[in-house]
């Protein structure tokens, strides 16, 4: 890339991996968007996360995170049902991505207390930035829904989507963990 800034987009439109030009409120624009709004909020969240012997797998975990929404967001741009085979096999969404975040999921959960009731997002900065990039994600994943139904993205990453949420969940409780702040309990508020 040579500029930045290209002109292309300036009439409301921009294109799929395909080539083919696209209203910027597109469906597949819509999901790549949340996708990449998630990575941002990651990176916030790696930007608070102190630099401790303690965290250094989870920020390497964080990164690879993030490198993994870049091939997330390269499959959303290339709808199966007209991208070429060559395209598609080049966007290919890799299921190891999905394996990594359940072992990092169930590795975190065994130094976690139980939990028994709902937490309110917060904490640390990087707690609650991780709790804000996992609520993008559900957005990015109801994005992602109607697309896979109907079978224009790879069911990869559908479930690497819903899987990224828990593990993004889960992170933000390690960390809040290891940082020594407590979980706010959610109490039902009554009006009596």
Request: hydrophobic share 40%; with cysteine; aromatic share 6%.
């Amino acid at each position: 890339m040579t500029k930045i800034y290209t002109k292309t987009g300036d009439k409301g439109e921009t294109s799929l991996f395909t080539g083919e030009r696209v209203p910027k409120s597109n469906p597949f624009i819509e999901a790549v968007g949340a996708v990449d709004e998630c990575n941002s909020a990651l990176g916030a969240a790696i930007a608070h996360l102190p630099e401790r012997d303690d965290l250094a797998d989870t920020h390497k975990a964080l990164t690879a995170v993030q490198h993994a929404l870049f091939d997330v967001g390269a499959a959303l741009a290339t709808p199966r049902s007209s991208a070429s085979e060559a395209k598609i096999k080049k966007t290919h969404f890799d299921v190891h991505a999905t394996e990594l975040l359940e072992q990092w999921i169930d590795a975190m959960d065994k130094e976690l207390p139980k939990l028994t009731q709902f937490i309110l997002p917060g904490g640390h900065p990087s707690g609650a930035m991780l709790h804000l990039a996992r609520s993008v994600c559900r957005r990015a994943e109801r994005r992602v829904a109607p697309l896979n139904t109907h079978t224009d993205v790879s069911d990869d990453v559908f479930i690497y989507l819903n899987r990224l949420s828990d593990y993004l969940f889960v992170a933000s409780r390690y960390v809040n963990h290891q940082l020594s702040q407590p979980e706010t309990h959610w109490q039902h508020e009554r009006s009596d």
